[in-house]
């Protein structure tokens, strides 16, 4: 593949503003459990941030509007979907952005097709860039994953 999101240093890519932004009309989201303090989307949005030892894995999600965009690598990606599964019915609601590509996994089908309302992302999304990154877009397109209280 081309130089972008699968062959950078880092799996953290930052949230799109205006496409956040757009979501959080619909959404009205009060958590962001895998941000940054220093690219916190919206004013007032609880963000955990791993780099300073607040780990969105840890902590609980009850009642929250949670909105995901996890590192992309698999390892990550399989950590989050397994945590919105656990929290499905804690949490108001959850929305994962996620790469397309991952529907075929076995973590996926395990813990999120069977419960989520999927959003096929036309187009590619352009991440934003943190440190040392340019801006990219994700090579396989995006999805939504909405997981809501049952």
């Not at 959080?24 to 949005?45: A, M, S, Y």
């Not at 999600?61 to 979907?81: A, D, L, M, T």
């Not at 813990?111 to 999304?125: K, M, Q, S």
Request: charge should be positive; glycine fraction near 6%.
């Amino acid at each position: 593949m081309s130089q972008g999101i699968f062959t950078s240093k880092t799996d953290e890519w930052g949230t799109p503003q205006d496409f956040f932004d757009e979501l959080d009309k619909e959404f009205k989201f009060t958590l962001d459990p895998c941000g940054r303090h220093d690219r916190r989307l919206k004013e007032g949005l609880l963000t955990l941030d791993i780099r300073k030892g607040e780990d969105g894995l840890k902590h609980d999600w009850i009642g929250e509007r949670v909105f995901v965009n996890p590192p992309y690598s698999q390892k990550n990606v399989e950590s989050w979907c397994k945590k919105a599964f656990e929290e499905k019915d804690r949490a108001y609601l959850i929305v994962m952005l996620l790469p397309v590509a991952k529907t075929s996994t076995k973590y996926f089908h395990k813990y999120i097709y069977p419960y989520a309302e999927i959003r096929l992302i036309e187009g590619r999304l352009k991440f934003y860039p943190l440190e040392g990154q340019t801006q990219s877009s994700n090579p396989m397109g995006s999805m939504l994953c909405v997981l809501r209280r049952r």
